[in-house]
């Protein structure tokens, strides 16, 4: 249980910050699902 616990811990303070900016546009809801971010 306390694996768990840990794991979910570490996944909810570890996937924000590590995550590239491609993944945070596709993971925003708001954006639907056929929407490609734009070029820079």
Same mark, same amino acid.
């Given at each position: 249980?306390?694996?768990?616990?840990?794991?979910?811990? +570490?996944?909810?303070?570890?996937?924000?910050?590590?995550? %590239?900016? #491609?993944?945070? !546009? #596709? !993971?925003? /809801?708001? *954006? %639907? /699902? #056929?929407?490609?971010? *734009?070029? +820079?």
């Amino acid at each position: 249980m306390e694996l768990l616990a840990l794991l979910l811990i +570490s996944h909810a303070v570890c996937d924000y910050p590590l995550q %590239g900016e #491609f993944l945070a !546009k #596709f !993971k925003n /809801p708001a *954006a %639907g /699902p #056929f929407t490609l971010p *734009a070029r +820079s």
